[in-house]
Nanobody, 121 residues
């Protein structure tokens, strides 16, 4: 019913930048919260940043001042601008959206398939 497709991952040197994008499509009435999470090998998935439909943001302490989350409500997209990347940022990054379905007007949580970010020299 709803698909989230991420793009923008890749290999970057320490200190570099990457921009991740996530587009939601399908039977969407509206989208409430959206966010980015990451999961490093052998670790649990962790919150990176979230943004409400009104634009309020929340960041993990480890990325404050380096990452910026934004969204385009008209296009159902969320973006994560990552600057000053560190090797410890290496992980699979997933987007999440709380979607109100067109058919039921009920809210469900959806995840993207993930995109790999590797920070290495």
């Amino acid at each position: 019913q709803v698909q989230l497709v991420e793009s923008g991952g890749g290999l970057v040197q320490p200190g570099g930048s990457l921009r991740l994008s996530c587009a939601a499509s399908g039977s969407i009435f509206s989208i409430n919260g959206m966010g980015w999470y990451h999961q490093a090998p052998g670790k649990q998935r962790e919150l990176v940043a979230t943004i409400t439909s009104g634009g309020s943001t929340n960041y993990a302490d480890s990325v404050k001042g380096r990452f910026t989350i934004s969204r385009d409500n008209a296009k159902n997209t969320v973006t994560l601008q990552m600057n000053s990347l560190k090797p410890e940022d290496t992980a699979v990054y997933y987007c999440k959206a709380h979607v109100v379905l067109l058919t039921t007007r009920l809210e469900y949580q959806y995840w993207g398939q993930g995109t790999q970010v590797t920070v290495s020299s």
